[in-house]
């Protein structure tokens, strides 16, 4: 059953300007994050883009919980995942989410991405 979805588009510039600072990136990702990253802007943008979609997909944006509580990382095909971690797992939890699908897709000027969150009936 489909608890939420959500959705969100970022200019990459806008997030290749806010990195120039590293305490945008160390409050925004994950250790993990950065290190998959390699540095890339653009997956950084994808992973912001991420991080806004799962926060609308359950229910609050980011009002409960900080961008960092929610991880997004890659399987070894390049498919992205999410760990959720604090606010954002209790959130998850209240509302009975047993899983989060995620997926982007981008531009060299845009990322966007959709997220879904559902529990097993």
Do not use: H, Q, W
Request: with cysteine; net charge neutral.
């Amino acid at each position: 059953m489909i608890i939420g979805i959500g959705t969100d588009i970022i200019e990459v510039n806008r997030v290749k300007k806010a990195c120039e600072k590293i305490s945008f990136i160390k409050k925004v990702y994950t250790d993990s994050e950065i290190d998959m990253s390699g540095s890339r802007i653009y997956m950084l943008a994808d992973n912001f883009a991420v991080k806004e979609a799962v926060s609308k997909a359950l229910g609050t944006g980011f009002r409960e919980f900080r961008l960092r509580d929610i991880e997004v990382l890659r399987d070894e095909l390049g498919k992205p995942y999410v760990n959720l971690y604090e606010g954002a797992k209790k959130r998850a939890d209240e509302l009975g989410v047993t899983d989060v699908y995620v997926t982007i897709s981008n531009t060299k000027d845009t990322s966007v991405a959709f997220a879904i969150a559902s529990r097993n009936e």
